[in-house]
């Protein structure tokens, strides 16, 4: 497994540890990790720290020429914020980890010309299910149900 993405499983993993949604992400540029986070909606009583908003946070502000050279890697497709955010700052990538458990803005991103890669990796769609059947208020809570 590519080591952007097991970062981003890593991120999930704590994200279930500190007792929330498992979903982690990393934005890399020139084969770096210059943010990382995870969804801390539940730990920080956020509407809006999904995992890729927190690393974006967590990168900090950067010139626009370096989102537009990076790729954002993410356990699970992208929700319409993320995928918001993702247009936003031009990043011209993103590799999901699974889109079984949850089906994101990925028609958008593509119809703006954003390439996805979709790894329907086991780990990822296991942490997800596994969540989904142990604390099903929680993520109905994140997806809006």
Not at 27 to 38: T, Y
Not at 101 to 122: I, K
């Amino acid at each position: 497994m590519d080591e952007f993405m097991q970062a981003a499983i890593e991120e999930a993993r704590l994200g279930l540890q500190e007792g929330g949604i498992p979903i982690g992400s990393v934005l890399v540029h020139q084969g770096r990790i210059i943010g990382r986070g995870h969804n801390r909606r539940v730990q920080k009583g956020s509407a809006i720290l999904h995992g890729e908003m927190d690393a974006l946070e967590n990168a900090g502000r950067l010139p626009a020429h370096v989102y537009r050279e990076s790729v954002i890697y993410t356990t699970l497709s992208p929700c319409s914020m993320c995928t918001g955010a993702i247009l936003l700052y031009g990043i011209p990538k993103v590799v999901i980890g699974e889109n079984q458990t949850f089906m994101g803005g990925e028609a958008l991103l593509r119809s703006q010309g954003v390439e996805l890669q979709v790894l329907q990796d086991n780990t990822c769609i296991e942490l997800m299910r596994h969540f989904i059947a142990s604390k099903p208020e929680l993520w109905n809570e994140d997806i809006g149900e």
